[in-house]
């Protein structure tokens, strides 16, 4: 609220959720806090632009308050969002153009090593990219 400068009132407004009721839900003190309702989660996200996605990806990446706002983290979590919308559907829609797939063929245990390759491609851009523009800055440098 406080980053698209928005007072209670505003998101109230924005979300259709009474004033009161957003005021129990965002209590400071966690234990004074009511069940908040998946509609009334995606009805606050929505107000704030933020999708479902992300922010469960910013829960799930357990990074403190102040990173969140970090640019670095920012961009990523981004690139996260967008990586993991839609990801489900498309690889249902690409299994079930398989002939003769029973469900079978599926492994749990290739999560991990998904993920660490999808870690290491991560990486590798990031390090080709801070390459690139060293040889740029260098370049420059030398008046090239």
């Given at each position: 609220m406080s980053g698209k400068g928005l007072h209670i009132r505003e998101l109230a407004t924005k979300t259709g959720i009474s004033k009161s009721r957003l005021g129990l839900l965002l209590h400071s003190n966690a234990t004074?806090?009511?069940?908040?309702?998946?509609?009334e989660f995606?009805?606050?996200l929505n107000a704030l632009d933020i999708s479902i996605v992300q922010a469960i990806i910013s829960v799930e990446s357990a990074i403190d308050q102040e990173s969140v706002h970090d640019e670095r983290f920012v961009t990523l979590l981004a690139m996260l969002s967008e990586l993991f919308t839609g990801l489900p559907s498309?690889?249902?829609?690409?299994?079930?153009?398989?002939?003769?797939?029973?469900?079978?063929?599926?492994?749990?245990?290739w999560a991990v090593p998904l993920k660490e390759a999808v870690v290491e491609k991560l990486v590798k851009e990031v390090t080709n990219i801070m390459a690139r523009r060293a040889v740029l800055t260098e370049t420059s440098r030398l008046g090239l």
């Open positions: 004074k806090r009511p069940n908040l309702s998946l509609v995606q009805k606050i498309m690889l249902i829609q690409a299994l079930d153009e398989i002939d003769g797939i029973d469900g079978t063929e599926i492994r749990r245990e």
